[in-house]
């Protein structure tokens, strides 16, 4: 089939998963409410392609397909219109997401497939309180798209076999390595397993025992990783981990589950990580 994409939010992994799509060869449409990171980010990631040009991990064709298959549009109206795949990738709040899916589900065909970028959020969790609940599926992308090879699928069990394999064929013309999980959970793979490391990076930061540079120091050259648990939160985004965390806790009322107070303070005072500027460390403009 082949697929007419709309991705509804063009944030830093929406941009890129809307370029994927593009350079991938299939029409695509994107949306977000805030007009001016719309076009920020369709130049920011424009010119990422262009350094990927450089070190040979895209082509010339590559940029042009981006260029020719991408358009931005100022409305969920017109993203979705004549659309046959949509992703979602908006804020990771439950309310917006679902205000969305619940307005899209409704006015289009039946033969739309619905998929969400959430970290933590499943899609049997929106898809109950929507139309067409056998077309939503999780399609887990890694920050960021253009670079990271890996896409986690996941799925409720009501889904319909046609949804899955669609996803999927999305997901490897995208060039991705996909897993697809056999049952629905929060953070899927990776991101269970990379809470367990960021909490109890947290949790060493709260009790005084190190400054937050120093566990990131340790684990790079402790455990070889490329970034430390602080950098690596900065880079997906503080509010995700704080959303995330607050989702658990609500759902818990278990008190080690509560966000942790410097986490809130920051993303409160709208200390992001790096799409912000500033997180735990700070960063300079592109
Ligand atoms: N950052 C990561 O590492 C990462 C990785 C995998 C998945 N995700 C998921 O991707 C989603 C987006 O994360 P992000 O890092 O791109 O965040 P981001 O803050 O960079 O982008 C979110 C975008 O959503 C837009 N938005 C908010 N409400 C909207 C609405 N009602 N309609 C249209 N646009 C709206 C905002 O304007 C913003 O541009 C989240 O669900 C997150 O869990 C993030």
């Known amino acids: 089939m082949n697929e007419k994409i709309a991705v509804i939010g063009g944030g830093q992994m929406g941009s890129q998963i809307a370029a994927l799509a593009a350079m991938a060869g299939y029409k695509t449409n994107i949306y977000d409410e805030n007009k001016e990171n719309l076009e920020y980010r369709y130049k920011f990631v424009e010119e990422n392609i262009k350094n990927l040009i450089d070190k040979k991990i895209y082509t010339e064709d590559n940029l042009v397909s981006y260029k020719e298959n991408l358009d931005l549009n100022y409305s969920l109206e017109d993203v979705i219109e004549g659309k046959t795949f949509v992703i979602e990738a908006v804020v990771e709040r439950f309310d917006v997401k679902l205000e969305i899916f619940n307005q899209i589900s409704q006015s289009m065909n039946?033969?739309?497939v619905m998929a969400t970028n959430s970290s933590f959020i499943q899609a049997s969790e929106i898809s109950k309180h929507c139309d067409?609940?056998?077309?939503?599926?999780?399609?887990?992308f890694f920050y960021p798209p253009i670079r990271m090879d890996l896409i986690e699928i996941s799925y409720p069990s009501n889904v319909s076999k046609e949804v899955l394999e669609r996803t999927k064929t999305v997901s490897e013309n995208m060039g991705r390595s996909v897993v697809v999980l056999?049952?629905?959970?929060?953070?899927?793979?990776?991101?269970?397993?990379?809470?367990?490391?960021v909490d109890e990076a947290y949790e060493l930061y709260d009790e005084g025992i190190a400054d937050f540079e120093d566990i990131d120091l340790a684990i790079k050259k402790g455990l070889n990783h490329p970034l430390g648990p602080f950098e690596l939160s900065d880079?997906?985004?503080?509010?995700?981990?704080?959303?995330?965390k607050l989702k658990k806790f609500e759902e818990s009322g278990d008190p080690k589950d509560e966000p942790k107070k410097f986490l809130k303070e920051k993303v409160m005072n709208g200390d992001l990580g790096v799409k912000s500027g500033k997180g735990f460390y700070e960063y300079k403009e592109d």
């Open 110 to 112: 039946q033969e739309v």
């Open 132 to 140: 067409h609940p056998e077309r939503f599926i999780n399609m887990h």
């Open 182 to 197: 056999k049952k629905e959970t929060p953070g899927f793979i990776v991101n269970r397993m990379l809470a367990a490391l």
């Open 235 to 244: 880079y997906s985004g503080l509010d995700i981990h704080y959303y995330a």
